[in-house]
């Protein structure tokens, strides 16, 4: 299998065009509004670009960022399927014993229902960038106290 | 599949008046979402609508449009089952905080937890008074950045408790409030039993709760046990104490379990008057109190935050201080208050009457 090159289109905003309807926000979790600053705010980490907002935007004025220099190049024996989360086709892979997840698209509630079924959680960094996994890591820090008050140490391993 | 749901929450009594979409909480920001089409749509009979839609997830269930409807509608009874019913679909709405809070109960049925959890307070293993603490360790890893303290919470009840002679020993788990709210009866049923059992092999006589959602739980949803059930401000209601001076504006936020659902809200307030606060009423308050915006880690959004922000502005504008009576209230408030400032105070009704009793 060749490695596959993807690439994240995420969108932003145009501000000015922006009429603050918030029909995206409605149709989206990507989409919050700012009341301090009066504007949406987009989520491009969870952002998909499956582009459904830039077509229900009265004002057209949601676009496509084509250049925002991710990446994403999946060499593991995997299918990747169009529109998977992040196109990267990595936001969790299930085996016998482990669920692996990509450390951007950890899931505590996921890792917590893993645990639960006797497997063990291995988070990964980002195969596009070179970003490093912080070891203390909020979310994975709560997950292992919440694991400790069930005595089940030890589950869940940064690699 | 809803006919049944129909005749048990007596929605055929509605006669369209609408009174509860103009209460409720969430139309007032979100037009879009109706208590009352919602119950309209289900009584033409377009059922796949009704079950397949996302609005169903956006109720509160905190009983403002019960509070109203004069056909006597149990709106949060329909409500509860569609939502049942939408589960066995294939609709589970959006968990917040990543579904950490229906994976946590789920390990609770499986594991049990012995914790140690409690400094500088009596407690007694072998006690038949018994203080359920729910989900409060949970609580207090998920939501220390934001300032929550859920130890203070746990350790000012059993202080109190301390204070005039209950050694009590302590449960902690989950009662089941969120699964069931979110329509997943076959994980409440099972703790529930677990629960029981649990009860049964301590012999409590006496459950006395700091959180109104266990208490509701246990008092309406479980079948009624040999076991007297009291809610903290219950507890305190009819004992001497002592306050001091405060230095502080006080409010106090009914929270929709404690209050509306089960109609206590003079106890905590003659409570508060005891130690020496005098609590000053909002605009909205007791009856018509509006929620804190989210219930049962269901569907977060704007819209609650908006709900929050009104309810702290109109916090804002009589005290200092909001008092709250439910732990999720003070975590959904203190959300909103660890990225907008306004000025206020949120505390736990026993920590701020553990701070001030002499």
């Known amino acids: 299998m060749l490695p596959i090159t993807f690439k994240q289109y995420s969108v932003a905003i145009d501000e000015r065009a922006c009429s603050r309807c918030r029909i995206c926000v409605s149709i989206c979790e990507c989409f919050e509004y700012d009341e301090a600053r009066d504007a949406i705010r987009v989520n491009t980490i969870s952002c998909k670009g499956c582009g459904i907002c830039i077509a229900s935007c009265p004002s057209s004025a949601i676009y496509h960022v084509y250049d925002d220099g991710i990446y994403y190049e999946i060499v593991e024996k995997r299918e990747a399927a169009a529109f998977d989360c992040l196109n990267c086709g990595y936001e969790c892979v299930e085996e016998d014993e482990k669920l692996i997840f990509c450390i951007r698209r950890f899931n505590m509630g996921k890792a917590l229902e893993a645990v639960r079924e006797g497997k063990e959680v291995v988070i990964k960094k980002c195969l596009l960038s070179d970003e490093k996994i912080d070891e203390k890591d909020e979310r994975i820090l709560k997950i292992e106290e919440i694991l400790t008050v069930f005595k089940m140490e030890k589950k869940v391993k940064v690699e | ?358």
Not at chain 2, 1 to 29: D, N
Not at chain 2, 341 to 349: H, L, Q, R, T
């Open chain 2, 1 to 358: 599949m809803l006919e049944g749901i129909i005749e048990k929450s007596k929605a055929y009594y509605c006669v369209e008046c609408r009174k509860c979409s103009s209460i409720c909480p969430i139309t007032r920001i979100y037009g879009k979402f109706s208590p009352a089409s919602i119950v309209e749509r289900s009584l033409i009979g377009i059922e796949e609508e009704v079950l397949n839609s996302m609005d169903i997830w956006k109720c509160l269930g905190c009983g403002l449009c019960e509070e109203v409807c004069p056909s006597g509608v149990e709106f949060l009874h329909f409500m509860r089952e569609v939502r049942n019913g939408a589960r066995k679909q294939g609709n589970e709405g959006i968990p917040t905080h990543e579904g950490v809070f229906e994976s946590i109960p789920k390990l609770m049925l499986e594991k049990n937890i012995d914790m140690d959890w409690l400094d500088n307070v009596e407690t007694d293993e072998k006690s038949d008074i018994i203080y359920f603490a729910g989900c409060l360790p949970f609580f207090d890893i998920m939501f220390k950045e934001i300032g929550f303290d859920g130890k203070c919470i746990a350790e000012s009840t059993v202080k109190l408790l301390n204070k005039y002679g209950v050694k009590p020993s302590i449960i902690y788990g989950c009662c089941g409030h969120d699964a069931l709210w979110n329509g997943n009866v076959e994980l409440f049923n099972e703790l529930m039993n677990k629960n029981m059992q649990m009860l049964k092999e301590r012999k409590a006589k006496k459950i006395i709760f700091s959180c109104p959602e266990c208490y509701r739980t246990f008092k309406m949803d479980y079948p009624s046990m040999d076991v007297e059930l009291m809610h903290i401000s219950e507890f305190l209601a009819d004992k001497d104490m002592k306050g001091g001076e405060a230095g502080k504006e006080y409010t106090f936020h009914d929270s929709c379990r404690l209050g509306r659902h089960l109609g206590i809200y003079e106890e905590p307030r003659n409570v508060l008057k005891k130690v020496g606060i005098k609590v000053k009423e909002m605009e909205h308050n007791k009856e018509l109190a509006v929620c804190c915006g989210t219930s049962a880690w269901m569907s977060c959004d704007w819209k609650s935050e908006e709900i929050r922000k009104e309810r702290l502005k109109e916090a804002k504008k009589v005290a200092d201080v909001m008092i709250t009576s439910c732990p999720k209230c003070q975590i959904h408030f203190k959300c909103t208050l660890s990225h907008e400032n306004y000025g206020i105070e949120v505390k736990d009704f026993v920590e701020v009457v553990a701070e001030m009793i002499k």
